[in-house]
């Protein structure tokens, strides 16, 4: 198999790449690089032009930085995770009061959850693809969200909220990809890997 860089600091990622057989390397930013700010908004920005930017961006970033710690050569994976409501991108809380306000936002409604992923090959393709879900919350009373909220679940996570966490109670309906919800379409990823010569 070709080596692979995966270039992101989420371990949902490792598991689902785990979960299809790809072995891996973290790619992951040193300290001179800001990663965050990678993904700020741009105003008038669309969640899907977002997030496919942000992505292509992380990308970029990632094989500038292989290259700059003389690695071995490799396919570079990156992706990145956004919640659309009402046209807003909902993306990771800057503290508990905005992780609180996000789900009461999320509570009784339906909401677009968007992963983009990319992949860069060492002869200098890219190829890149976007998943798209819905999920439906049922209207969650005040003090479950404020429990939530006060574990520490939702910080670092886009929409305030993991699948994968105690909020999957709240979930009536998803319409997608579940690992693509998670963080990491993994039919998408598959067929990015195929066509860069994995067999998956």
């Given at each position: 198999?070709p080596?692979?860089?995966?270039?992101?600091q989420?371990?949902?990622?490792?598991?689902?790449?785990?979960?299809?057989?790809?072995?891996?390397?973290?790619?992951l930013?040193?300290?001179?690089?800001?990663?965050?700010?990678?993904?700020?908004?741009r105003?008038?920005?669309?969640p899907?032009?977002?997030?496919?930017?942000?992505?292509?961006?992380?990308?970029q970033?990632?094989?500038?930085r292989?290259?700059?710690?003389?690695?071995?050569?490799?396919?570079?994976?990156?992706?990145?995770?956004?919640?659309?409501?009402?046209?807003?991108?909902l993306?990771?809380?800057?503290?508990?009061?905005?992780?609180?306000?996000?789900?009461?936002?999320?509570?009784?409604?339906?909401?677009?959850?968007?992963?983009?992923?990319?992949?860069?090959?060492?002869?200098?393709r890219?190829?890149?693809?976007?998943s798209?879900?819905?999920?439906?919350?049922?209207?969650?009373?005040?003090?479950?969200?404020?429990a939530?909220?006060?574990?520490?679940?939702?910080?670092?996570?886009?929409?305030?909220?993991?699948?994968?966490?105690?909020a999957?109670a709240?979930?009536?309906?998803?319409?997608?990809s579940?690992?693509?919800?998670?963080?990491?379409?993994?039919?998408?990823?598959?067929?990015?890997?195929?066509?860069?010569?994995w067999?998956?």
């Open positions: 198999m080596l692979l860089y995966l270039a992101s989420s371990p949902r990622r490792r598991q689902l790449l785990d979960q299809i057989g790809v072995a891996h390397e973290l790619l930013p040193g300290d001179d690089e800001d990663a965050e700010a990678l993904e700020a908004v105003a008038g920005e669309s899907d032009d977002y997030v496919q930017r942000v992505t292509l961006a992380k990308l970033a990632a094989l500038e292989r290259a700059r710690r003389q690695w071995p050569a490799g396919a570079v994976l990156c992706a990145d995770t956004t919640v659309a409501l009402d046209g807003d991108i993306g990771k809380p800057q503290d508990a009061d905005d992780a609180l306000a996000m789900l009461r936002r999320l509570s009784g409604r339906e909401h677009r959850v968007l992963t983009a992923v990319a992949l860069g090959t060492p002869d200098g890219t190829s890149a693809a976007l798209v879900s819905t999920v439906r919350f049922e209207q969650v009373p005040l003090d479950r969200l404020q939530y909220v006060a574990s520490g679940e939702p910080m670092g996570k886009a929409g305030s909220y993991a699948i994968q966490s105690q999957a709240w979930i009536s309906h998803i319409s997608g579940y690992s693509g919800i998670m963080g990491l379409p993994l039919h998408e990823t598959a067929r990015l890997l195929n066509g860069a010569g067999a998956l």
